[in-house]
């Protein structure tokens, strides 16, 4: 089976030029023959909205969410965009397939340091829920919740096979081999493919927002940690890689990490670490 990633360069605001992308990459992706397309973060809005953001959310029952599953008859994909919902707006991945929206993670950890304003203008996402799909048992992360292991832990425990990561990490800390911040996301997918034998997709955006630069750096990994594809940077692209469930089975019984695991004594010890501190 094979899963493209769709390394996209947003226009900041402007939802009906980003749509149009989409189709783009979806229809060169299905020439490709390929059965599955992942967007980057907020694909449909750009990253460094602040006040734009009620202006792009989208409503469940909104035109552009039905433009969206209509679009899906071509190909399953993720995207990324602003959900609004009681009047809250959220960074949200949704994933639509054959018409439908069929999934949305809304996200958890919301950065706000540094150059990060996150939680002025998004609601908190509430928890991390593994599904099953066509494509195997599946977690969505966005970005920051990436940056937190414990995340990639908790759909370890749900055995996630595949664990799509969409990201808008802007370009940070020049080194004699590359950027430090695509390393960090690199080094990051190596180990979580590694030791939870999962698959892993990290799709990361290009261009510019403002004063804010995007390097892509979008790869994917085995569940034995090895890596399969990785994008040019500061290019759109798409990239392609095969997935197998067989090769998930396999790396499980290479390395039986689940089996081995303790889960109700982190429980224990996490109750303990809350109550002491």
């Not at 360069?9 to 989409?22: D, T, V």
């Not at 540094?114 to 599904?131: D, I, Y």
């Not at 195997?136 to 937190?148: S, T």
């Not at 759909?155 to 800390?173: C, E, H, M, N, W």
Request: proline share 3%.
């Amino acid at each position: 089976m094979k899963i493209a990633l769709a390394q996209i360069a947003p226009c900041l605001g402007k939802i009906g030029e980003n749509f149009e992308k989409h189709r783009d990459f979806i229809l060169r992706a299905k020439e490709r023959e390929a059965s599955l397309v992942i967007f980057p973060e907020l694909s449909l809005t750009g990253y460094e909205l602040m006040d734009l953001v009620p202006d792009v959310a989208i409503k469940r029952d909104s035109k552009e969410m039905e433009n969206l599953k209509k679009l899906s008859k071509e190909l399953p994909f993720f995207a990324g965009f602003v959900l609004e919902e009681n009047d809250l707006f959220y960074n949200v991945s949704g994933f639509f397939k054959d018409g439908q929206l069929s999934h949305i993670h809304r996200k958890v950890f919301l950065p706000n340091y540094s150059m990060f304003e996150e939680k002025r203008f998004f609601a908190e996402g509430k928890g991390f829920k593994a599904f099953d799909s066509d494509f195997g048992r599946i977690g969505v992360l966005i970005c920051y919740d990436y940056l937190h292991p414990s995340s990639s832990y908790l759909y370890f425990l749900q055995k996630a096979d595949i664990i799509i990561v969409q990201s808008s990490s802007p370009t940070r800390g020049i080194e004699k081999d590359g950027f430090s911040s695509v390393k960090m996301w690199d080094n990051m997918s190596k180990v979580v493919s590694r030791f939870f034998t999962t698959y892993v997709a990290y799709v990361n955006r290009v261009g510019f927002d403002g004063g804010m630069g995007f390097a892509g750096g979008s790869h994917a990994y085995s569940p034995t940690g090895d890596k399969l594809v990785q994008l040019e940077e500061f290019e759109e692209g798409l990239g392609f890689f095969e997935y197998s469930r067989k090769e998930v089975k396999r790396a499980r019984v290479l390395f039986p990490a689940f089996r081995d695991e303790r889960a109700e004594l982190i429980f224990e010890e996490l109750r303990r670490i809350l109550n002491e501190y």
